[in-house]
Each structure stands twice: as structure tokens, then as C-alpha cells.
């Protein structure tokens, strides 16, 4: 059973850099889909970032620029890195782990996509105030 | 990007009724040469993370009782709760993931 772990700190300063680390445990990070997720207070959810391929990237393009994920095959963990934070940026971070389905596409040749997010680790609050 | 709308945004229900919440996308999630819909749902109450109910619009996950459903295909889509339980109160989400960027309905609030 794939388990996910969030950790960092739970206050940030505005203008500074948010840092958080996932820790995966039942699986190996070196295959698979791996986001982070986040929720401002009462609200809804926003895809942030994901990598995959141990190391291939796609952010959401509202954050690019500020946005840095990152992997840790050694110590099965992977990383976010948000600069330049605001209050808007509060919110409950998840991580979560998206496998992947074979297909053939329009000219039958075999390709790889990602599923759903499953499991989903248990989200830290990461408030941003002075 | 898709974008993903929900309706009703919050909706209550007696115990033992039913319970229909609506997922629309802004182009077809289907994708024709393996005839899927790219369409999960997932149930959040307060304090914990989503969990997964449905993928694939309808194939329900293991272990998630069978009074939960979801149907449709192309852009609109359906979770039912076929008999509310106490404790099916919760915030529920649909989400695409057809396209490279993974999107979320804004949830709806199914209430006793």
C-alpha cells in the first residue's frame, strides 16, 4: 500500500519561499505521476505541479515562474518550491500519486497516460502572514 | 485548460433519498480510441484529503459502497447517492484528467 506523507513548515512570510517535501512510502518514486495539490480555506482544489519519469516536469502555468518540483529517487521524496508567496497562497497542500494506463492513439501507436490521483497524502496547512 | 462545473454547488438531501450531482466539461473528456471517459469523482469531508470514488465515470473504486454511481459521457456527467447515509455528508468533486493539466469541479456540499 502506497502511503504519502506531507512535511515542511506551517508558516511562511510574504515574499519568501514556500518549501515542501512529500515522503512516499509502499512504492517506488521512480515510476508513476507525482503532484502536489492545494486548497485555500474552504474552497476548491487546484493542480499545482507534477513530475514523473524521475524527473520530467509540467506546472500549472498560473504559478509558473514561482514554481520549482523536484525528486529525491534516494530518498523516495519529492519536492515543491514556491517563491514570492502572498496570502493567496494559503491553503492546505496535498501531494498525491497519479499511475498510468497504456493506450493507442489515432495512428495505433502504444503510448503511456496518467489516471487519477490515488492515494492522496493527508495535506498541511501552510498559512502565509508576517 | 478544461475547465470543469458542478451544479448544484450545494444541495440537501433526507436520509434514504436520493442524491444527483452534475459534472460538465468545457470540451469532450471521451477519448474514442479506448472509449473512455477521463472523469474521476472524489468525496472530502472536513479535514481530511478527497478520497476516490469513481474513475473512469463509472467504474467505482474498491471498497466504496454501490449506492454510489456516476454515468455520462462526452462533457456531462452525474454522481448519484442512491440512498443518503449520515455519512455521505460531504463536499464532492469531479476531476478530468484527458488533458495534460489536471482540473477540478468547484464542489458541490451534499447536506442532510
Given at each position: 500500500q502506497v502511503l504519502l506523507q506531507e512535511s515542511g513548515p506551517g508558516l511562511v512570510k510574504p515574499s519568501e519561499t514556500l518549501s515542501l517535501t512529500c515522503t512516499v512510502s509502499g512504492?517506488?518514486?521512480?515510476s508513476d505521476y507525482w503532484s502536489w495539490i492545494r486548497q485555500p480555506p474552504g474552497k476548491g482544489l487546484e493542480w499545482i505541479a507534477y513530475i514523473y519519469n524521475g524527473g520530467s516536469t509540467k506546472y500549472n502555468s498560473s504559478l509558473k515562474g514561482r514554481l520549482i518540483i523536484s525528486v529525491d529517487t534516494s530518498r523516495n521524496q519529492f519536492s515543491l518550491k514556491l517563491s514570492s508567496?502572498?496570502?493567496?497562497?494559503t491553503a492546505v497542500y496535498y501531494c498525491a500519486r497519479q499511475t498510468t494506463h497504456d493506450y493507442h492513439d489515432s495512428n495505433g501507436v502504444s503510448k503511456q497516460w496518467f489516471n487519477w490521483f490515488?492515494?492522496?497524502?493527508q495535506g498541511i496547512l501552510v498559512t502565509v502572514s508576517s | 485548460d478544461i475547465a470543469m462545473t458542478q451544479s448544484p454547488d450545494s444541495l440537501a438531501v433526507s436520509l434514504g433519498e436520493r442524491a444527483t450531482i452534475n459534472c460538465k466539461s468545457s470540451?469532450?473528456?471521451?477519448?474514442?480510441?479506448?472509449?473512455?471517459?477521463y472523469l474521476s469523482w472524489f468525496q472530502q469531508k472536513p479535514g481530511q484529503p478527497p478520497k476516490l470514488l469513481?474513475?473512469?465515470?463509472s467504474t467505482r473504486e474498491?471498497?466504496?459502497?454501490?449506492r454510489f454511481s456516476g454515468s455520462g459521457s462526452g462533457t456531462d456527467f452525474t454522481l448519484t447517492i442512491s440512498s443518503l447515509q449520515a455519512e455521505d455528508v460531504a463536499v464532492y468533486f469531479c476531476q478530468q484528467y484527458y488533458d495534460s493539466v489536471p482540473t477540478f469541479g468547484q464542489g458541490t456540499k451534499v447536506e442532510i
Open positions: 512504492g517506488s518514486i521512480s508567496v502572498t496570502a493567496a497562497d490515488d492515494p492522496w497524502g | 470540451r469532450s473528456i471521451f477519448y474514442s480510441s479506448n472509449k473512455k471517459n469513481i474513475y473512469w465515470a474498491s471498497g466504496v459502497p454501490d
